[in-house]
């Protein structure tokens, strides 16, 4: 039985491009969106366009991963970086415009974001398909297919009025192709002292690059100019369990033997949560 089509996909069927031929549209064909040209890509079941090719199913976070970000963010830990975000999105979109979450995981930031702007549209754009599962339930206006940041994005130019990248890689040049003029690139990204309690009890953790801001600015200065910055930094208590979910949300979950996380280690406490959350217009 074809699967059904995606109502939120339908939003953004005059923005997508074939991956393969990169100029011609997509059209719903049975359960999967086809171009003139035949090439066809599957819906899956669970809400979510299967754009990229050439990778596996299971590449980005996995389930526990997913797992762990959906308990967490359900406990309201990174609201106030939410709002941060939502805030500076709504200065940057029209009444009806349209916002592209890069790297959006299962959604959070991008349904909060549609939240705060009732007459936008959203897509999020993951190769992870556990989180996908997710956000393609996030928001009744919001999207979601899975792609990879670092080739080029199945999107017309000029399309997107706000760009999300929250803890996610980043392609500058795609980001600016796909942008309006007016648009808005939001870069959110850890500072050193993020997590730094967590960091210290579990030296496996993986740690914030010195050089992080130095590098954001060489990859983004020839496409962006940074228009605001406000650096979001706040005591954050956790209870053992949610440390561990936020251990296990992180690109840490990759490095930390599970042995590793005592009892001691994960002990109820405080830790400081503190990002840099920056708008950029493009050049």
Sequence with gaps: MPVSFPPALGLFLDLLRCPACRTRRLRPDRGALRCPAGHTFDLARHGYAGLLTGARATSGDDAAMVQARDRFLATGGYAPILRAVARLAADAVPERGTVVDVGC???YYLAGVLDRLPGARGLGLDTSARALRAAARAHERAAAATWDVFRPFPLADGVADVVLDVFAPRNPAEF?????????????RPTGRHL???????????SVDPAKEQRLHRALDPHFTAAVTEQVEYALELAGPEALDLVGMTPSARHVNPADLSEDALLPGRVTVSVRVTSYRPR
């Excluded at 600016?176 to 959110?188: E, Q, S, T, Y």
């Excluded at 730094?196 to 993986?206: D, Q, S």
């Design 105 to 107: 995981g299962t959604g």
């Design 196 to 206: 730094a309690e967590l960091r210290g009890r579990v030296p496996a953790m993986v």
């Design 176 to 188: 600016r192709r796909i942008l309006r003029p007016a648009g808005r690139l939001i870069v959110v």
